[in-house]
């Protein structure tokens, strides 16, 4: 009998503090004319002081595990996506899983830039597919707020901090995760960089005088690399399922610059509808963006049972990363209201009015 890889469930988590173009405007030389016509980003939200990569993480998860009926310690193992850990060691996934009380859980982080989630999935649909694990939670999140500097209006307009996390379930049902492409050449590497804190170049006095621990952007190369590998590894995954682009009912793109999303999907041929945006309200969340592009789309009614979705992500390194996914789930095992998070169905604003 074929095991299959299903998602069984799904949830995200966003900090509640809304940081708006117009209050950049007060900190760089930028202005919200300049960030909606270059990126489509209007806001994007920033961890409160108490908020960690972790603390993102388990309330995403908790949500997934959740809609799943999954109990912390049925799960197996913990594949967490992400570029701002809380710290260089240990892994993030190893607090995440003391924190939720995923006592029988494996885990491990995967570095793979904003291509993380994806390339999570593809991880996780391995270690299903091969028996060795039945319930594997995969998290994409971001606290990139800790990472940007204040002062270089090239890169801190673009970024924001969100979890999302959904459980990857063994199943004899048909469906679930089909075909996939992942994708990474070095030659980039500048392109998206923290030069310092790592081995190639220790944190020193100077290197955090020079703010060489936040993250430095070549934007343009970025961009001309985004538009021609996304469409690349769009259509190489589609291959690996069996499938053309006709076939696919959704696409949940990573959310970096809507212009790139409208670019590939000219490439693609695909039509602007089947294509979930949200980078309005969130910025690029990196690792996050996908999961939460995802879990918005299934509140929003855009994904069924039956449906084929399609998620491309891109990031530093270069990588890229491509997955297809007949959803099985039944949407409204989640009560998710179109973007808003949500506790166990409920949605946040109730939940922060009932512990008043
Ligand atoms: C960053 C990006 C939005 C810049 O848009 P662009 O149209 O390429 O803009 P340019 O790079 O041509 O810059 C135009 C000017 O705007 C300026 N500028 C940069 N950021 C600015 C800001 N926040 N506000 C106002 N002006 C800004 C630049 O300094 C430049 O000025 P100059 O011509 O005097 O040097 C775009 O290159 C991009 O989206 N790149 C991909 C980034 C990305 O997706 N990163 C994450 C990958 S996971």
């Excluded at 997934?64 to 197996?76: C, I, K």
């Excluded at 694990?133 to 901090?161: A, H, P, Q």
């Excluded at 063994?170 to 075909?179: E, V």
Aim: hydrophobic share 45%; proline share 4%; glycine share 8%.
């Amino acid at each position: 009998m074929t095991t299959n890889a299903l998602i069984t469930g799904w949830g995200m988590y966003v900090p509640s503090r809304v940081m708006t173009n117009d209050d950049l405007a007060k900190i760089v030389d930028t202005s919200d004319e300049w960030i909606v016509s270059r990126t489509g980003i209007h806001e994007r939200r920033i961890a409160a002081d108490d908020e960690t990569t972790t603390t993102l993480s388990v309330n995403a998860s908790r949500d997934a595990l959740a809609v799943a009926g999954v109990e912390p310690g049925e799960v197996d193992l913990i594949v967490l996506g992400t570029c701002s850990p809380d710290y260089p060691l240990p892994a993030t996934s190893t607090t995440v899983a003391r924190d939720l009380g995923a006592t029988n859980a494996a885990a491990f982080d995967l570095q793979a830039a904003c291509s993380g989630f994806v390339y999570a999935m593809a991880t996780a649909n391995a270690f299903v597919r091969s028996g060795m694990y039945r319930n594997v939670l995969v998290i994409g999140v971001e606290v990139l707020s800790r990472f940007m500097n204040w002062k270089d209006r090239n890169t801190c307009v673009l970024f924001g901090d969100g979890a999302g996390a959904v459980l990857v379930q063994a199943s004899d049902r048909p469906g679930g995760m089909s075909g996939f492409h992942l994708f990474a050449d070095g030659t980039g590497f500048e392109g998206i960089i923290v030069p310092a804190g790592g081995s190639a170049c220790p944190a020193t006095p100077q290197t955090v005088a020079d703010g060489l621990h936040t993250v430095h952007m070549a934007g343009r190369d970025v961009y001309k690399y985004a538009t021609r590998q996304l469409a690349e590894s769009a259509l190489a995954a589609v291959r690996d399922a069996g499938l053309t682009m006709d076939d696919i009912d959704q696409f949940v793109f990573h959310q970096a610059n809507l212009r790139i999303i409208e670019n590939v999907a000219k490439q693609l041929d695909m039509p602007m509808e089947k294509t979930y945006i949200n980078i309005e309200k969130y910025g690029n969340t990196s690792a996050a963006s996908v999961p939460m592009a995802l879990v918005e789309a299934v509140a929003a009614g855009r994904i069924k049972p039956g449906d084929q979705v399609l998620m491309v992500a891109f990031g530093a390194g270069f990588t890229a990363a491509a997955a297809v996914v007949e959803w099985t789930a039944d949407p409204a095992r989640a009560f998710l209201a179109p973007g808003s998070q949500t506790r166990l169905g409920r949605p946040q604003r109730q939940l922060e009015e009932a512990a008043v």
